[in-house]
Structures are given as C-alpha cells and as structure tokens.
C-alpha cells in the first residue's frame, strides 16, 4: 500500500522557516514527480511547488524566491524549505507523487496534509 507520510508542519510567526518533509513507501521514488500543494477552507487546492524524476523544478508565483523543493531519491524524501513565511501561506499542505507511463496509466498518489499556521 502507497504511503506518503507529511511531517514538519506547525505553527509559525510571519517571517520564520518551516521545512516539511514527505517520505514514500511503496512506490518507486525516482521514477516519480514529487510535489507539494496546499489548500485553505473553501478554495480549491493549488500546486505550491513540484519536482521531476529529473530534477526540474515549477513553483507557484507566490511562493518563488521563498520556498525551496528538494528530493532525496535514497531516502525516498521530498522536502519544502518554506522561508519568510506570511499568514497566507497558512494552509494544510499536502503531499503528491504522479507518474504516467507510456502506455497512458497514470498513478497518483497523495498524503493526509499537515497544517501550517502562520500567525503572530
């Protein structure tokens, strides 16, 4: 069974660090595009951030220049360094792996999320 195990979340003043970490099991990490999306109450969820089995990076407008994501294929680990945070990064976040094959199968898979808060 597919687990990706968020840790890392909590609560945090405007302008501190948080780093989040995600660990898989069950999937064969490297060949996966990881990912980090967040989500408030009433929105729909948004990528924060996502990384290939080949390192290539997107992130989202909002968080460039302050969130960092990172893999670390022999640990089966994705990471978001998240910097300078501000009460609207205030979200559950929430882990993701995708892979597609080409014969069109598409796996993809997503954590329980974790609670960021950030608030004075």
């Known amino acids: 069974q597919v687990q990706l195990v968020e840790s890392g979340g909590g609560l945090v003043q405007p302008g501190g660090s948080l780093r989040l970490s995600c660990a898989a099991s069950?999937?064969?990490?490297?060949?996966?595009?990881m990912g980090w999306y967040r989500q408030v109450p009433g929105k729909e969820r948004e990528l924060v951030a996502d990384?290939?089995?080949?390192?290539?990076?997107n992130d989202a407008d909002s968080v460039r220049g302050r969130f960092t994501i990172s893999r670390v294929d022999a640990r089966n680990t994705v990471y978001l360094q998240m910097n300078s945070l501000k009460p609207e990064d205030t979200a559950v976040y929430y882990c993701?792996?995708?892979?597609?094959?080409?014969?069109?199968?598409?796996?993809?898979?997503w954590g329980q999320g974790t609670q960021v808060t950030v608030s004075s």
């Open positions: 069950e999937i064969t990490f490297s060949f996966y595009t």
């Open positions: 990384i290939t089995s080949g390192g290539s990076i």
């Open positions: 993701n792996a995708q892979h597609r094959l080409s014969s069109g199968s598409f796996y993809n898979y």
